[in-house]
């Protein structure tokens, strides 16, 4: 059964290996002239940290934070973080991707993304920015790995998983 890859999601966290991602998803692209969408999550985490401080500290954020604003304002700040990423490592391949910021748990969003978005493959890293809560909860790309309904091809740095001899 051959299967024809109209549209990679590509899951970039703004970490090291974000370019990896998404230099693998464009060669990937290539082969197959597919979209790529690129998808970044704002890990509910975060934001429930942000809530907690407002709640037992009301008095310090003077300004009135709301974190309403605050994820809005997060959301276009990663939103121009990426354009100018893509702008800078991707000029010309850039009219081919597309962004998505969402905000929820890392590797629900990305299943539910794959659902939504009729993905046919996903390029992720197998770490990122949450490398301490692997120890605790287990890593969104293994997760991702484990329940996705697509293929996923796992992004490595040779260097760091180079094997001894």
Same mark, same amino acid.
């Given at each position: 059964?051959?299967?024809?890859?109209?549209?990679?999601?590509?899951?970039?966290?703004?970490?090291?290996?974000?370019?990896?991602?998404?230099?693998?998803?464009?060669?990937?692209?290539?082969?197959?002239?597919?979209?790529?969408?690129?998808?970044?999550?704002?890990?509910?985490?975060?934001?429930?940290?942000?809530?907690?401080?407002?709640?037992?500290?009301?008095?310090?954020?003077?300004?009135?934070?709301?974190?309403?604003?605050?994820?809005?304002?997060?959301?276009?700040?990663?939103?121009?973080?990426?354009?100018?990423?893509?702008?800078?490592?991707?000029?010309? =391949? #850039?009219?081919?991707?597309?962004?998505?910021?969402? @905000?929820?748990?890392?590797? &629900?969003?990305? /299943?539910?993304?794959? %659902?939504?978005?009729?993905?046919?493959?996903?390029?992720?890293?197998?770490?990122?920015?949450?490398?301490?809560?692997?120890?605790?909860?287990?890593?969104?790309? =293994? #997760?991702?790995?484990?329940?996705?309904?697509?293929? @996923?091809?796992?992004?490595? &740095?040779?260097? /760091?998983?180079?094997? %001894?001899?």
């Amino acid at each position: 059964m051959k299967k024809n890859i109209q549209k990679i999601l590509a899951c970039v966290d703004l970490s090291d290996y974000s370019l990896m991602v998404l230099a693998h998803a464009v060669e990937l692209a290539k082969a197959s002239d597919a979209q790529i969408l690129v998808l970044n999550v704002i890990n509910q985490r975060d934001i429930h940290g942000i809530e907690m401080a407002v709640g037992h500290f009301p008095g310090y954020f003077s300004s009135g934070l709301d974190v309403q604003e605050y994820v809005k304002d997060l959301k276009k700040d990663r939103n121009e973080s990426l354009r100018q990423f893509i702008k800078e490592h991707f000029f010309e =391949e #850039k009219s081919k991707m597309s962004l998505k910021i969402d @905000v929820g748990i890392p590797f &629900d969003c990305i /299943l539910k993304t794959i %659902e939504t978005e009729n993905i046919d493959l996903v390029v992720m890293a197998n770490k990122g920015r949450g490398n301490v809560s692997r120890v605790l909860f287990g890593s969104a790309a =293994e #997760k991702v790995f484990r329940h996705s309904l697509v293929p @996923v091809v796992s992004v490595r &740095d040779r260097k /760091l998983f180079k094997r %001894e001899k």
